[in-house]
C-alpha cells in the first residue's frame, strides 16, 4: 500500500485505532463528568478513582467470586453508582449551596483517599485482567489488524454515550432531570422526589466511570493510578467541549483522542500535551467550550 507522507499505513491506521480507543475513554469519562456537573453543578474529582474502583470490582469478582467479564459490567457499575449515592448523601448534599470550590476540594479528598486504600492494599505494579474468550483474537482488514475486544470497546463506548444523550435530551426523564436542576422547588410541587433524583442522577455519573473501568480493565492493567493517569486529561476534554455540555464530552473526547493518535505518528513529542494546547486555545476563542452556553 502507499504510504502517506512517508509513514506507512499499518502505522498511520493502527495509530488512529489507538487513538479511538483512547477516545471512547475519554468520552465515558467525561461524559460522566459532564452529567454530574450538568445536573448538580459539582466538579466531581473522585470521577478517575471511581474509574479505578470499577476496574478492581471487576478484578475481585473475578478472583475471589469466579464472576467474568460480563457479569462485572453489570455488577461493576451497580457497586460503584451505590457507593456513589452513599457518597453523594452523606457528604456532598451538605455543599450543594456552597460555593464549587468547595465539591471540588472534597472529591480530590475522597479521591486521594480511594487510590491511598488501594495502592496500600494491592501496590502499584497493576493486576492483570483476562479478555473474555468470547473477544479474544482479530480481524484482518488489509490495511490493518483490529483487535476484536478494541472494537467492542469502541463500539459499546459509543452506544452508551449516545444513549446516555438521548435519554437526557429527548426524553421526559431528561427533562425533569433538567427541570430539577434550573427550579427544584417548582418540580417539587408535581409530586416529584427532587433529593433522589439528584442522588440518582449522582449515581449514574460515577456509574458509567466505573463501567469505564470494567471496559478498560482488559486493556491497561488494574492498577490504583490508572484513575489518576487520566482524569486531568478528561478533565481538559470536559472544558474543551464546554462544562455540562452531554454531547460536547462526546465529540471532544472522541475527536481529542483520534487527534492525539495522529499526532503521535506525525509528532510524537507533542502527543501528551497535544490536548492542553488545544484546551488553551479554545479558551482563548470560547471561554464557554465548543458545545458550552455562555452565563
Known amino acids: 500500500m502507499v504510504s ?17 480507543i483512547n477516545g471512547s475513554f475519554y468520552a465515558l469519562l467525561s461524559l460522566g463528568l459532564a452529567v ?15 474509574y479505578m474502583v470499577g476496574a478492581f470490582v471487576a478484578w475481585l469478582l473475578l478472583t475471589y467470586a469466579g464472576i467474568g467479564y460480563w457479569g462485572a459490567l453489570v455488577v461493576a457499575p451497580i457497586v460503584v453508582g451505590l457507593l456513589g449515592i452513599a457518597l453523594e448523601k452523606t457528604m456532598l448534599s451538605r455543599l450543594y449551596k456552597l460555593d464549587h470550590l468547595y465539591g471540588l476540594l472534597l472529591t480530590f479528598g475522597l479521591a486521594l483517599i480511594l487510590e491511598g486504600a488501594f495502592r496500600h492494599q494491592y501496590g ?3 493486576q492483570p485482567y483476562p479478555i ?5 483474537g ?24 449516545f444513549g446516555t444523550w438521548f435519554a437526557i435530551e429527548r426524553t421526559k426523564l431528561g427533562a425533569y432531570l433538567r427541570a430539577a436542576t434550573e427550579n427544584p422547588t417548582l418540580v417539587q410541587a ?27 480493565a482488559p486493556i491497561y492493567q488494574v492498577s490504583p493510578l490508572m484513575g489518576t493517569n487520566l482524569i486531568i486529561i478528561v478533565f481538559a476534554v470536559v472544558v474543551i467541549g464546554g462544562m455540562g455540555s452531554i454531547l460536547g464530552a462526546i465529540v471532544t473526547g472522541l475527536g ?5 493518535g495522529l499526532t503521535k505518528v506525525f509528532y ?9 494546547v488545544v484546551m488553551a486555545i479554545v479558551l482563548l476563542i470560547k471561554p464557554a467550550g465548543l458545545f458550552g452556553r455562555e452565563r
Do not use: D, K
Open 4 to 20: 502517506l507522507l512517508g509513514i506507512p499505513p499499518q502505522v498511520l491506521f493502527g495509530q488512529l485505532l489507538l487513538g479511538l
Open 190 to 216: 408535581f409530586g416529584i422526589n427532587v433529593p433522589v433524583m439528584v442522588s440518582l442522577t449522582y449515581g449514574f455519573g460515577v456509574a458509567l466511570a466505573g463501567l469505564a473501568g470494567v471496559l478498560a
Open 256 to 260: 481529542l483522542g483520534l487527534l492525539e
Open 124 to 126: 502499584v505494579s497493576g
Open 36 to 50: 454530574i456537573f450538568g445536573m448538580l453543578n459539582v466538579i466531581n474529582f473522585a470521577h478517575g478513582a471511581l
Open 268 to 276: 510524537p513529542e507533542a502527543s501528551n500535551i497535544v490536548v492542553f
Open 138 to 161: 482479530g480481524q484482518n482488514l488489509g490495511f490493518m489488524f483490529l483487535p476484536n475486544y478494541r472494537g467492542w470497546v469502541i463500539v459499546a463506548s459509543l452506544v452508551i454515550c
Open 132 to 136: 473474555p474468550a468470547a473477544l479474544q
